[in-house]
């Protein structure tokens, strides 16, 4: 299988230490709308439409694509992609990589 980083940084899974650079940059583009006010404090609603995700290639057989969370969520059912694990931070709370990887 090969692992194909869609993300503008170099993606370090703490879990096997593997480190894989970016290759491009897969993203989304995004539409908010203002839908309520709290104590004239707006409230907005972000929505990702699938049909504007840019740098994200046909699917391609034994290859896996680690894209965005954003652009994860927007995808729908493409199964050969996934995003970050959780974040895992230094003493001083910098993220200096993930656990694992995730999907939807």
Do not use: W
Not at 32 to 41: M, P, Y
Not at 69 to 90: E, K, Q, S, W
């Amino acid at each position: 299988m090969q692992l194909v980083n869609l993300t503008p940084h170099e993606i370090s899974e703490v879990t096997t230490n593997l480190v894989i650079p970016s290759s491009g940059t897969a993203r989304v583009s995004q539409n908010t709308t203002k839908v309520n006010e709290l104590d004239g404090i707006p409230v907005y609603r972000t929505n990702f439409d699938p049909s504007t995700i840019e740098g994200l290639p046909a699917p391609r057989k034994g290859v896996v694509y680690i894209v965005s969370a954003l652009v994860l969520n927007a995808i729908g059912d493409r199964t050969d992609c996934v995003a970050p694990g959780n974040a895992v931070r230094d003493i001083d709370g910098k993220v200096v990589g993930c656990r694992g990887f995730r999907t939807t």
